[in-house]
């Protein structure tokens, strides 16, 4: 069975600066995809950034970027100048079924102005 | 392009009561997605449509839950009846089949089912 654990509840940054989210999961599979959603009020879950585990190389986005450690089974989402746009539900998210997703339990990250 | 059109939006009924959920994914998109999110928590998968076929139902209540996918477009998942501990988010998603082994999943803006 897999897991996707995410150990902040609660996040916050103040806007412009950066801000690292946790993520580690547990997979008997060598071939996997992780993910990072945003999840705002409104509820629509919007994908962030995806990584492919037989690649090294740490996927980034514009502002998103992660840091993928393959042997330690963690993947965390670093947000650099955060946006008050940024403020949401953030979840981790493994597949290593073929689209068959596992969700964390979500950090809630707070953007000051 | 239209997203995943989920309806209705927001649902009140009272525990027993039966009550259903719509789900339109993405124009193309072959495969459909029912996850249920309780407050709080992540989703959780409850059904995996490949085109008309039920390919993972496995998380899915069978006593009182139900959902189909006629024509392999939209969907709908049915409570009856329902429990108090089914109030959640249901949120329904679509993907494409581009030949990877995991497709990027479209999600819609969800039903808040309280039950009461």
């Known amino acids: 069975a897999q897991t996707v654990t995410q150990s902040q509840p609660e996040m916050s940054v103040q806007e412009a600066e950066t801000v690292t989210l946790s993520c580690t999961y547990d997979t008997s599979e060598s071939d996997y995809y992780l993910f990072w959603y945003k999840q705002p009020p409104s509820r629509q879950m919007i994908l962030v950034i995806r990584q492919e585990a037989y690649k090294q190389q740490n996927a980034t986005e514009n502002r998103f970027s992660v840091n993928f450690q393959k042997a330690a089974k963690s993947f965390s989402l670093k947000i650099s100048d955060s946006q008050l746009g940024d403020a949401a539900m953030y979840f981790c998210?493994?597949?290593?079924?073929?689209?068959?997703?596992?969700f964390g339990g979500g950090t809630r990250l707070m953007v000051k102005p | 392009e239209a997203g995943v059109v989920q309806s209705p939006r927001y649902k009140i009924i009272e525990k027993k009561q039966p009550v259903a959920f719509w789900c339109n994914p993405i124009s193309g998109h072959n495969t459909l997605y029912w996850y249920r999110q309780n407050l709080g928590q992540g989703p959780e998968l409850l059904i995996r449509y490949e085109n008309e076929e039920a390919v993972d139902d496995s998380q899915l209540p069978k006593d009182r839950f139900s959902a189909e996918r006629l024509k392999g477009v939209d969907s709908t998942l049915k409570i009856q009846p329902a429990e108090l501990g089914d109030s959640a988010v249901y949120l329904c998603?679509?993907?494409?089949?581009?030949?990877?082994?995991?497709?990027?999943?479209?999600f819609g803006p969800g039903t808040r089912l309280t039950v009461l």
């Open positions: 998603a679509s993907s494409e089949d581009r030949g990877r082994r995991s497709n990027e999943q479209f």
């Open positions: 998210a493994l597949d290593n079924a073929g689209n068959m997703l596992t």
